[in-house]
């Protein structure tokens, strides 16, 4: 049963990329204190993620701010060397954070992993939106299908604020 709103967030460990290459990052020292928006994709300079998703959320992060937002984050079942390049391509250093998922455990325990090995994929997250609280989730939209990035949209996400 995937997560719901009213729900905490699993606790795991994600890989981010820090002054000193590759380190670790926990759920708690993410999500906790704050105010997150957080969005996943299936992958990384996949189309819809590349194309749609990543630049709606870099167009709207200062009206996400503006409504009380305190952080962008953006997790995806890639390494984190692929986040790092992606985020230098997209232009999201320093403006979202982005959390590498690689063996899609935050995923799983979210219960919203997908099996994409039919598309040569492998297990990949969902593609989702939530307002997350203090680790609490506030706002959850799931998309049907992984080529849509509607409802996980920052427009949606900013109607909820």
Request: a negative charge.
């Amino acid at each position: 049963m995937p997560i719901a709103v009213g729900n905490r967030l699993p606790e795991v460990t994600f890989k981010t990329v820090t002054n000193d290459g590759p380190g670790d990052v926990s759920t708690s020292e993410v999500f906790a204190d704050k105010k997150v928006a957080l969005f996943a994709v299936p992958g990384a300079y996949t189309p819809t993620c590349h194309q749609k998703h990543m630049p709606g959320f870099l167009e709207h992060l200062s009206e996400l701010k503006a409504k009380g937002i305190d952080d962008v984050v953006c997790t995806s079942v890639n390494d984190v060397f692929v986040m790092e390049h992606w985020g230098r391509d997209t232009g999201a250093v320093g403006k979202i954070t982005l959390l590498a998922d690689g063996s899609a455990e935050f995923a799983m325990a979210l219960g919203l992993d997908l099996d994409l090995g039919a598309f040569g994929l492998g297990t990949r997250s969902q593609r989702y939106a939530m307002i997350v609280d203090d680790g609490v989730v506030q706002v959850l939209n799931i998309e049907d299908t992984p080529s849509s990035a509607e409802r996980s949209s920052a427009e949606e996400l900013l109607k909820a604020l």
